[in-house]
């Protein structure tokens, strides 16, 4: 069975989205796409980089024969043509990349940080970047603000923190984290009705949907992949709880 963290684990594979140096070599924003030499076969991804209205390079991930798309990238670095970055979620070294771009800014290669060890990437800039504007999803309750806790029984359990807040212009957002994976997965879509919680995880073509109890502890829930549907209950975390996971 093929679970949505199952698929996270090979689709943790890449990843964009930070502050860099002032040096930029020509031709990185864009659409990259590749393969990682995974043992024994070949990973299949695409990566989009573009720079954000603060001037920071964003970008996203996608495996595209796992339907998974749009993820996104972090710690971001730049040195002349020498470039870091890592898949979001992972402790500091984990599914890092390290490469250099060519003087043309046509390619990208280097080596990634995987659980099978270092493993090489090649990447072909072939157009533009093609990122979705972010969705604007209304504003939550406050019942459902904070960070959530649940276990996912596949794979020996999985543990994912959710964590939900409403931002300064009046928008909601939100991300799980595979903690198993140290993958972070984005919540393209939030709606509430009274006490009825949905999640919709466009990048893993995913669904959560649940009903939040009387005391405001506890999202016990359907998690929902293609045909698959699995039970899954979110408790909230205290505050102290929250910031040391």
């Known amino acids: ?40 076969m070949e990973v299949r991804v695409d990566i989009d980089v573009t720079k954000n209205s603060n001037g920071e390079f964003a970008g996203t991930f996608g495996q595209p024969a796992r339907d998974v798309m749009g993820l996104p990238l972090t710690n971001f670095a730049v040195d002349g043509h020498s470039v870091t970055f890592q898949v979001k979620g992972g402790a500091p070294g984990q599914r890092a990349f390290k490469g250099e771009i060519s003087a043309d800014g046509k390619s990208m290669s280097g080596d990634f940080a995987s659980q099978f060890g270092t493993l090489p990437f090649l990447l072909t800039r072939t157009g533009d970047a093609r990122i979705d504007p972010p969705s604007r999803i209304a504003p939550i309750t406050k019942a459902l603000e904070g960070s959530w806790e649940g276990t996912l029984d596949v794979d020996g359990g999985l543990q994912l923190v959710l964590t939900l807040a409403n931002q300064a212009d009046g928008t909601a957002c939100g991300a799980i984290l595979n903690r198993n994976e140290g993958l972070e997965i984005p919540i393209s879509g939030i709606a509430q009705n009274a006490s009825t919680l949905t999640l919709d995880m466009k990048g893993v073509r995913s669904t959560f949907s649940g009903v939040l109890n009387a005391e405001g502890t506890e999202v016990v829930g359907t998690f929902t992949q293609g045909p698959t549907s699995l039970p899954l209950t979110f408790r909230r975390l205290a505050a102290t709880e929250s910031k040391q996971k």
């Not at 930070?18 to 024994?40: K, N, R």
């Open 1 to 40: 069975m093929r679970m949505f963290p199952r698929m996270v684990s090979i689709a943790a594979l890449l990843l964009v989205s930070t502050a860099l140096s002032a040096q930029t070599p020509a031709g990185l924003p864009g659409h990259w796409e590749g393969t990682i030499l995974a043992p024994g």
